[in-house]
């Protein structure tokens, strides 16, 4: 399959999904990662990424496969959370005794409804409706939001009770009383979800994580063509609070919306990540009232999220035990938002259920109801940053009994907002003026005969913190030594003596190669954008690029390799990384000298030699006249190599085979490469061989027949790609 192919045409996609479902389907093999590594256009949209992993899992639970649900989603790291949502969706992971309506038909792109709305796209979709993004003519083209339910008049009745900041409100409401379908029109207050914003907090197990990530789940599925209704104050976090402050403030706002309904006799029901939107400015807005229950009604309790319901509602939705019923309320609603934060605090549900350890959602509920009788260790057990007073109000949602929790949600508003409400000024003055509060310090030590004290304790701790650092580092435990370099470099960067500057240049450093040992490339590349601040350093940059790369923003990692090689850091793995870029965008000439360059640098360099090989195919697909015995060359010092890659074997039987129309000596060896390639990994039925427009001039060979029809004898390998994943460093430990 061509890897220029045109992603942006419209359908482009759809079919290309068509087509992999149908041929995993008719091979009984998925192969979705490599497709993700073959295409980097996936995995720069995180909604393709999304979409190839679900009919993946899809399909193996088709085939009765046994597939840990959390593993799986693990090997996804981008989308694990949204994954997880959509995972639980399909595992009847949402409970409902109503019937779910499986034929609620499904609006295209133009198609009007109610005679005034226009379809721009489907946002959304549940058990009970779909949500489009509409626009409306009438109304100067203003873009509104319309959910299409079957008995949506209940839920927009509770709606209009509701008018919060930190609700979505109803606009109108379109249908007739009994009618199968209605409408619920609300405003377009943004795109982003707390599932967006589990993603971009905990895109894999770690201690900590920070703030700015709200504001990248906010807007990062934005469009420049979207028109927000702005007609309340969209307000973010307050500016300069770390993470934890940050989850805190989320909370009270939510609790706020919530104490806003409770008090209007209306329980939300099924409080959940994909249940609260984010503005684009990281303002939390309850969506989704449609299980909501009237206080004071005798109303029908259906349905739910099990990892996110309260012990009461599990006996009564699940297990139906009907006392339970009774039991359930606002308080209920609290045990949610528990739920919720405790997530967001360490990247973890409080109690977590695997979905294929049994089939019986009734096996998986008592399970459940099992851990929820015994307390959660507390967030700070997997994230040292959050404190006493955060724990507390976490683990108090989160109690067994409804009479246990909170006596509301004002008060957990309340509680929460002690949290990150800055009632001391100096607290205040510090996280705004750190250098200026340090200096005030200083001088009043000098004042009262304690000269240069807090300085000395100062530059004290910074040092202990960043020799600690260091020797983590030499050992290995960089995830330790992360936590110290980021510890020690601002107290370095302020402690104000003419070495702590490029003390606190190479703490920044140190943290950034232990963040790309870690895998976590955003913070990986945020220290290195710390080194830059305080001196343009040419390897720096190219450290950078590689952390940009594997954080998907693949144009500033560009960039930085080129400004590394303009500043004169010269490297294999530059150049290499450099000529993988040329090569993405089918620039195979400069892909050719950036490798070549490499070569030149470092000869075994065996990426950069594949690199090369694979323009060079590329050049000889489009021009069957060439005949570059470069790529002979490559050839020959790769397969020397023996590595057990079987994609190296397929293209050097494709180049060889492109090579027997000049000479026919080429025939045998592309079929000797050919069949070494399937023993060692590659399926002829996977990757039909006949199919490949590289192998026609050999694939009317008896030879070629027979090997298209063997079975391989090894577990596929991919070895070789044709960038670089580390850069050999100018500086060691």
Same mark, same amino acid.
């Given at each position: 399959?061509?890897?220029?192919?045109?992603?942006?045409?419209?359908?482009?996609?759809?079919?290309?999904?068509?087509?992999?479902?149908?041929?995993?389907?008719?091979?009984?093999?998925?192969?979705?990662?490599?497709?993700?590594?073959?295409?980097?256009?996936?995995?720069?949209?995180?909604?393709?990424?999304?979409?190839?992993?679900?009919?993946?899992?899809?399909?193996?639970?088709?085939?009765?496969?046994?597939?840990?649900?959390?593993?799986?989603?693990?090997?996804?790291?981008?989308?694990?959370?949204?994954?997880?949502?959509?995972?639980?969706?399909?595992?009847?992971?949402?409970?409902?005794?109503?019937?779910?309506?499986?034929?609620?038909?499904?609006?295209?792109?133009?198609?009007?409804?109610?005679?005034?709305?226009?379809?721009?796209?489907?946002?959304?979709?549940?058990?009970?409706?779909?949500?489009?993004?509409? &626009?409306?003519?009438?109304?100067?083209?203003?873009?509104?939001?319309?959910?299409?339910?079957?008995?949506?008049?209940?839920?927009?009745?509770?709606?209009?009770?509701?008018?919060?900041?930190?609700?979505?409100?109803?606009?109108?409401?379109?249908?007739?009383?009994?009618?199968?379908?209605?409408?619920?029109?609300?405003?377009?207050?943004?795109?982003?979800?707390?599932?967006?914003?589990?993603?971009?907090?905990?895109?894999?197990?770690?201690?900590?994580?920070?703030?700015? =990530?709200?504001?990248?789940?906010?807007?990062?599925?934005?469009?420049?063509?979207?028109?927000?209704?702005?007609?309340?104050?969209?307000?973010?976090?307050?500016?300069?609070?770390?993470?934890?402050?940050?989850?805190?403030?989320?909370?009270?706002?939510?609790?706020?919306?919530?104490?806003?309904?409770?008090?209007?006799?209306?329980?939300?029901?099924?409080?959940?990540?994909?249940?609260?939107?984010?503005?684009?400015?990281?303002?939390?807005?309850?969506?989704?009232?449609?299980?909501?229950?009237?206080?004071?009604?005798?109303?029908?309790?259906?349905?739910?999220?099990?990892?996110?319901?309260?012990?009461?509602?599990?006996?009564?939705?699940?297990?139906?035990?009907?006392?339970?019923?009774?039991?359930?309320?606002?308080?209920?609603?609290?045990?949610?938002?528990?739920?919720?934060?405790?997530?967001?605090?360490?990247?973890?549900?409080?109690?977590?259920?695997?979905?294929?350890?049994?089939?019986?959602?009734?096996?998986?509920?008592?399970?459940?109801?099992?851990?929820?009788?015994?307390?959660?260790?507390?967030?700070?057990?997997?994230?040292?940053?959050?404190?006493?007073?955060?724990?507390?109000?976490?683990?108090?949602?989160?109690?067994?009994?409804?009479?246990?929790?909170?006596?509301?949600?004002?008060?957990?508003?309340?509680?929460?907002? &002690?949290?990150?409400?800055?009632?001391?000024?100096?607290?205040?003055?510090?996280?705004?003026?750190?250098?200026?509060?340090?200096?005030?310090?200083?001088?009043? =030590?000098?004042?009262?005969?304690?000269?240069?004290?807090?300085?000395?304790?100062?530059?004290?701790?910074?040092?202990?913190?960043?020799?600690?650092?260091?020797?983590?580092?030499?050992?290995?435990?960089?995830?330790?030594?992360?936590?110290?370099?980021? &510890?020690?470099?601002?107290?370095?960067?302020?402690?104000?003596?003419?070495?702590?500057?490029?003390?606190?240049?190479?703490?920044?450093?140190?943290?950034?190669?232990?963040?790309?040992?870690?895998?976590?490339?955003?913070?990986?590349?945020?220290?290195?954008?710390?080194?830059?601040?305080?001196?343009?350093?040419?390897?720096?940059?190219?450290?950078?690029?590689?952390?940009?790369?594997?954080?998907?923003?693949?144009?500033?990692?560009?960039?930085?390799?080129?400004?590394?090689?303009?500043?004169?850091?010269?490297?294999?793995?530059?150049?290499?990384?450099?000529?993988?870029?040329?090569?993405?965008?089918?620039?195979?000439?400069?892909?050719?000298?950036?490798?070549?360059?490499?070569?030149?640098?470092?000869?075994?360099?065996?990426?950069?030699?594949?690199?090369?090989?694979?323009?060079?195919?590329?050049?000889? &697909?489009?021009?069957?006249?060439?005949?570059?015995?470069?790529?002979?060359?490559?050839?020959?010092?790769?397969?020397?190599?023996?590595?057990?890659?079987?994609?190296?074997?397929?293209?050097?039987?494709?180049?060889?085979?492109?090579?027997?129309?000049?000479?026919?000596?080429?025939?045998?060896?592309?079929?000797?490469?050919?069949?070494?390639?399937?023993?060692?990994?590659?399926?002829?039925?996977?990757?039909?061989?006949?199919?490949?427009?590289?192998?026609?001039?050999?694939?009317?060979?008896?030879?070629?027949?027979?090997?298209?029809?063997?079975?391989?004898?090894?577990?596929?390998?991919?070895?070789?790609?044709?960038?670089?994943?580390?850069?050999?460093?100018?500086?060691?430990?």
């Amino acid at each position: 399959m061509d890897q220029q192919l045109d992603w942006d045409r419209p359908g482009r996609w759809s079919e290309f999904l068509t087509e992999m479902t149908s041929r995993w389907r008719r091979e009984k093999q998925t192969d979705a990662e490599r497709l993700i590594d073959r295409f980097p256009q996936i995995a720069r949209r995180r909604t393709l990424v999304m979409d190839l992993a679900y009919e993946e899992y899809c399909l193996r639970r088709d085939w009765a496969e046994s597939v840990n649900a959390s593993d799986y989603c693990g090997r996804f790291p981008t989308v694990r959370h949204s994954l997880a949502k959509l995972l639980d969706v399909h595992e009847h992971i949402s409970f409902s005794t109503a019937e779910i309506d499986a034929d609620q038909p499904k609006y295209d792109v133009g198609d009007v409804l109610f005679d005034r709305f226009v379809v721009l796209e489907s946002i959304g979709k549940g058990a009970f409706g779909q949500v489009y993004l509409c &626009r409306e003519p009438n109304v100067g083209e203003r873009q509104v939001v319309l959910k299409v339910a079957r008995r949506g008049q209940f839920e927009a009745k509770r709606l209009g009770r509701l008018t919060h900041p930190n609700t979505i409100p109803i606009l109108d409401w379109y249908g007739e009383e009994g009618e199968t379908q209605s409408g619920i029109l609300m405003p377009f207050r943004g795109r982003g979800t707390f599932d967006d914003l589990l993603d971009h907090a905990w895109p894999r197990t770690r201690s900590s994580s920070d703030a700015e =990530c709200l504001f990248r789940a906010a807007t990062e599925r934005c469009k420049p063509t979207d028109l927000y209704d702005r007609s309340t104050q969209d307000d973010g976090p307050p500016s300069g609070v770390t993470f934890t402050e940050m989850v805190a403030w989320l909370g009270a706002e939510l609790a706020d919306g919530l104490g806003n309904a409770h008090s209007r006799e209306v329980v939300h029901g099924d409080l959940k990540p994909s249940n609260i939107l984010l503005t684009p400015k990281g303002k939390p807005l309850l969506l989704d009232f449609n299980l909501s229950l009237d206080i004071n009604q005798e109303s029908r309790i259906t349905g739910g999220t099990l990892p996110y319901m309260s012990p009461e509602k599990i006996k009564c939705v699940v297990l139906h035990q009907p006392d339970a019923r009774f039991e359930i309320g606002p308080h209920s609603d609290l045990y949610s938002l528990g739920a919720i934060l405790y997530q967001l605090l360490t990247g973890r549900l409080p109690y977590s259920v695997d979905l294929s350890a049994s089939s019986s959602r009734d096996g998986l509920a008592k399970r459940l109801l099992d851990s929820q009788a015994e307390a959660p260790a507390a967030p700070s057990f997997y994230n040292g940053e959050v404190g006493r007073d955060l724990d507390g109000i976490v683990l108090e949602c989160l109690r067994y009994s409804p009479d246990k929790r909170p006596a509301s949600a004002d008060v957990v508003g309340q509680q929460l907002r &002690r949290c990150y409400e800055i009632t001391n000024p100096l607290k205040w003055a510090w996280r705004k003026h750190p250098r200026l509060v340090k200096q005030f310090a200083s001088g009043l =030590c000098i004042l009262i005969g304690g000269t240069a004290v807090l300085a000395t304790q100062l530059d004290s701790s910074a040092e202990r913190a960043y020799g600690r650092a260091l020797g983590l580092a030499a050992a290995g435990d960089f995830e330790a030594a992360g936590t110290h370099f980021a &510890r020690a470099a601002p107290l370095l960067l302020d402690a104000g003596h003419p070495d702590s500057r490029e003390k606190a240049f190479d703490a920044y450093y140190w943290l950034g190669r232990s963040m790309l040992a870690l895998e976590d490339y955003d913070d990986a590349a945020r220290a290195f954008e710390h080194c830059l601040k305080l001196r343009d350093d040419p390897e720096v940059y190219a450290q950078r690029g590689v952390a940009l790369k594997f954080s998907v923003r693949r144009e500033e990692a560009y960039q930085s390799f080129m400004t590394a090689v303009a500043r004169g850091f010269e490297s294999a793995g530059v150049y290499t990384n450099i000529g993988g870029f040329d090569f993405i965008q089918g620039r195979m000439d400069q892909a050719i000298d950036c490798y070549s360059k490499a070569l030149q640098l470092e000869p075994d360099h065996v990426n950069a030699r594949f690199g090369r090989l694979l323009a060079l195919q590329m050049k000889i &697909r489009n021009d069957r006249e060439l005949f570059p015995m470069m790529a002979i060359e490559d050839i020959g010092v790769l397969l020397s190599g023996q590595h057990q890659d079987y994609y190296l074997y397929l293209t050097a039987a494709e180049v060889y085979s492109m090579m027997s129309v000049h000479d026919p000596q080429y025939v045998d060896l592309a079929l000797d490469a050919l069949a070494e390639s399937v023993c060692i990994g590659c399926d002829p039925v996977a990757n039909p061989f006949r199919a490949r427009s590289d192998l026609m001039p050999i694939n009317k060979h008896p030879r070629f027949v027979e090997i298209s029809n063997r079975k391989p004898q090894f577990e596929p390998q991919r070895l070789l790609y044709f960038n670089d994943k580390t850069i050999t460093p100018c500086r060691e430990l």
